[in-house]
């Protein structure tokens, strides 16, 4: 199947700083990709969809400004958790759909501790 | 988004036995129907997927039975064994191009 890349699997920063997360499609040409977040033991919360060239579309609920989702080409997206605090830490995931795939590749996701 | 219900919340079977997962959705809309495989520390990867314009489909040991008119479809997986040990994830979507609606997620346990 195709494979989504996920960098870094993990990430430990300071509290005020920003954390950028990068989900590569690497055989395929991603026209959507997904952001959600994970607790633990809880099921994944979408956050975010994004396509390529445009604004991505946010929950309700999810702060556009502290999450910010670039899709800028057909293979990467990025979320930059801006102003991380402690409460931010939690595991990210992308997955993203492809024209012509018959379903939706996940990463291996991104695990945050904010400090 | 419309809620998916997933039971039970974890499971605990015997190698060798059969594990049964269910779901249960609102929204008649839906046409997609996946069930994701997660192992800690792991994004999901997709396990098995049925449309519902059939009732069931295996792969393997996994099968998925689609109720229509109940609202509901379920995961069994035969001859369940320690490797299956991992948290099981149902979702629905109006089409696989569009953003998916998960279940809370099944731990289960297949004992030695």
């Known amino acids: 199947g195709a494979v989504v890349s996920q960098h870094p699997s993990r990430v430990i920063c300071k509290s005020g700083t920003s954390v950028k997360i990068e989900c590569r499609s690497l055989?395929?040409?991603?026209?959507?990709m997904f952001w959600y977040r994970q607790f633990p033991k809880q099921s994944l919360m979408l956050m975010a969809t994004s396509n390529e060239g445009s604004k991505a579309t946010y929950e309700q609920g999810v702060e556009k400004d502290k999450f910010l989702i670039n899709h800028a080409s057909l293979t990467l997206s990025t979320l930059t958790v801006t102003s991380a605090h402690p409460e931010d830490s939690s595991f990210y995931i992308c997955?993203?759909?492809?024209?012509?795939?018959?379903?939706?590749?996940f990463g291996q996701g991104t695990r945050l501790t904010v400090v | 988004q419309q809620q998916v219900k997933q039971s039970p919340q974890s499971l605990i079977v015997q190698k060798g036995g059969i594990s049964i997962i269910n779901c249960a959705y609102e929204n008649t809309a839906f046409d997609y129907f996946p069930w994701y495989q997660q192992f800690p520390g792991k994004g999901p990867a997709l396990l098995i997927a049925?449309?519902?314009?059939?009732s069931e489909k295996k792969e393997g040991r996994f099968t998925i039975s689609f109720n229509k008119s109940a609202k509901q479809f379920s995961l069994h997986i035969m001859d369940s064994q320690p490797g299956d040990s991992a948290t099981y994830f149902c979702a629905a979507s109006l089409a696989w191009k569009n953003t998916l609606t998960f279940g809370k997620g099944t731990m289960l346990l297949v004992s030695p």
């Open positions: 049925i449309r519902p314009d059939v």
């Open positions: 997955s993203a759909v492809g024209q012509g795939l018959t379903e939706a590749f």
């Open positions: 055989d395929f040409q991603a026209t959507t």
